[in-house]
C-alpha cells in the first residue's frame, strides 16, 4: 500500500470514529453505516456515497467484491484496508469488510410532493430508537412517501435507529422542520393529518384516510402533546380489549398504515408485488 | 425482626436469585416479577401468587401499601425486608421495594376452549423476547383467548419476555405443546390454522378469519418452516410494496391480529370500551 493512501485510510478510520457522535454527524451532515446489506439498500436507493471503506480478505462474498468493483466504476472513493484496519471501527460481533460513509439524505419541507406515496409519517420524540426503526421500516414497506421529524429531539441517524429501519430509512424522503412550518405547510397543502391517541372518539377504522395525507405517532407513554394534537385535523384510536393498557407505538403505527393501504383503490393495490 | 422471619428472608432472595436462570424455572414451575406495575397485573388477572417480598420504606406509594395490605388479607405470604435487602435482588435502576414470586400459569393444550377469545397466537421460535413479548402485549390488546408455544424452543418466563408483553402475559391462557399433538387437536376441534408468509398466493385481507382460528407466526428470518407450514389450513401475505424485505414480525402479527378485531361483528366491536 502506497504511504499516501495508508494516511487516508488513518484519517478516514478517524473520522469514523467521531462519527459515533450526534454532534459531529450533525456538524458533517454526514453518517457512517457498516456491513453489506446497508450498503445494497443505499446503492439500490441510488442515494449519493461519499466513501466506500473495503477490506477483501473480510468481504469474501464475490457478490460483494463485483458490487463493490461496479460502485467504485461508478466514480465512487473506494478505500481499501487491512482486516485489521477494518476491524478497529467495527462494531459488530463479525466484521463485515465493508462501510459506507454517505451524506443524511434530508429534502427541505418545501420540496416535499405531499401527494407522493401512500402518506407521510409524522413524529416529533420517541424513546426508544427501535420504536422509531421500526416505524420506518413499516413506512418503507406500505410505500410511504416519507418521514418528517418535528423539532430537534430525533437524532434520526443514530446507527441503532438505521440499523432497526432494515434499509427502510434509504427508501424514504426525510424532512426536518419545526412543528409551526409544519402546521402552516400542511394547511397550504389541504393535508389531512391524523393522530392517533386513546382518547380519541372514532376508531381508526372509521375515520377518513384520503391523500394528502399526515400520520403523527405521539411519544410511547405521553402519546401526542397538546401542541401536536393541536395539528391534528383528525383523532383516532385503535381499539383495545378488556384491561390491556396500550399497544407498542411501532404495532399502533403499523396497523393504521395497515388500514390505509387496505383502503387505497382496488387498481393501485393490485400493483403490489408479492412481498 | 424476628429471627425466624430474617432466615425466611434470606432464603427467599436466594431463591429469587436462582430464578434468574430458566433451568431453576423449569424445575420449580415458578418465576419472579419486580415493581408495582406487574403485581398490580397479577392480582387484577386473579392469578396466584406465592410470595411477595416487600420493602415499605421503599414502596412509599400508598396505593402500593394498600394494595399489598389487601393482598396480605387475602392470605397471600407477604415478606417484608429492608432497602437493602430488597435492593440485593433488584435488576432495575430504582428498586420498587415490590417483588412477587408466583407459579408459571400453563394450561393443558386438552383444557383450553379454542372459541375463547378473538383467536389464539401460535409461536414455535422467535429470536428477539422483545418480539414475542410485544406480540403478547397485542394479543392481551385484541383479547386473544392465549397463547400456544409448540415444542420448548422459547423460554416464555424470561423477565425480558413477561416485561415486554406490559402485562399481557398475565391476561392469556398460554399452553406448551408439541407440533404433531398441536396439529392432532386442531384437526380434532375444527380449528383454522392461519400463517402468514411472504410466499402465500392470498392477501391478509382476503382469507377467512372465523373462529375456532389458530394464528401462526414464524422465526424473524427464516418465516415459517416446511412443518409449521403443514399444519396451516390457510396462509396468507402482507403486502409489501416496493423494494422493501419484510415486516418486524410483532408489525406483522399487529396488522393481522387487528384485521381479525376489525373484521368481528359489529355488535361485537361495538362493547370494546374506549382504549
Not at 424532512?175 to 392517533?196: E, M, P
Not at 405517532?217 to 401542541?227: A, I, V
Not at 383523532?235 to 396500550?246: E, K, L, M
Request: charged fraction near 20%.
Amino acid at each position: 500500500m502506497e504511504q499516501s493512501n495508508e494516511v487516508l485510510v488513518r484519517s478516514t478510520l478517524a473520522r469514523i470514529r467521531r462519527l459515533r457522535l450526534r454532534t459531529v454527524r450533525q456538524r458533517t451532515g454526514l453518517h457512517f453505516i457498516e456491513g453489506f446489506r446497508p450498503f445494497l439498500q443505499v446503492t439500490d436507493a441510488h442515494l449519493p456515497i461519499e466513501t466506500v471503506i473495503y477490506s477483501e480478505i473480510l468481504a469474501q462474498n464475490p457478490i460483494v467484491q463485483k458490487k463493490v468493483r461496479l460502485t467504485k466504476r461508478d466514480g465512487v472513493r473506494v478505500l481499501r484496508m487491512s482486516p485489521e484496519q477494518f476491524r478497529s471501527i467495527s462494531l459488530t460481533p463479525r466484521a463485515s469488510g465493508i462501510g459506507t460513509i454517505l451524506p443524511q439524505h434530508w429534502t427541505p419541507l418545501d420540496q416535499i410532493d405531499p401527494h407522493k406515496g401512500l402518506c407521510w409519517v409524522v413524529v416529533r420524540a420517541l424513546r426508544s430508537p427501535g420504536n422509531l426503526g421500526t416505524i420506518i421500516r413499516t413506512a418503507g414497506a406500505v410505500g410511504a412517501g416519507g418521514l418528517i421529524l418535528l423539532e430537534d429531539s430525533i437524532d434520526l441517524f443514530d446507527p441503532s435507529i438505521v440499523r432497526a429501519s432494515m434499509g427502510g430509512i434509504f427508501r424514504l424522503q426525510v424532512v426536518r422542520t419545526t412543528i409551526q412550518a409544519f402546521a402552516l405547510w400542511s394547511g397550504q397543502h389541504a393535508c389531512d393529518v391524523l393522530g392517533t391517541s386513546p382518547t380519541a372518539d372514532s376508531l381508526y377504522t372509521e375515520v377518513p384516510m384520503a391523500p394528502p395525507l399526515m400520520v403523527l405517532f405521539g411519544e410511547e407513554r405521553k402519546g401526542l402533546t397538546p401542541e401536536e394534537f393541536a395539528v391534528c385535523t383528525h383523532r383516532a384510536r385503535i381499539p383495545i380489549v378488556g384491561s390491556a393498557d396500550s399497544l407498542n407505538v411501532g404495532v399502533a403505527a403499523g396497523v393504521i398504515l395497515y388500514e390505509m393501504l387496505r383502503r387505497r383503490p382496488a387498481t393501485t393495490s393490485r400493483s403490489i408485488p408479492n412481498g
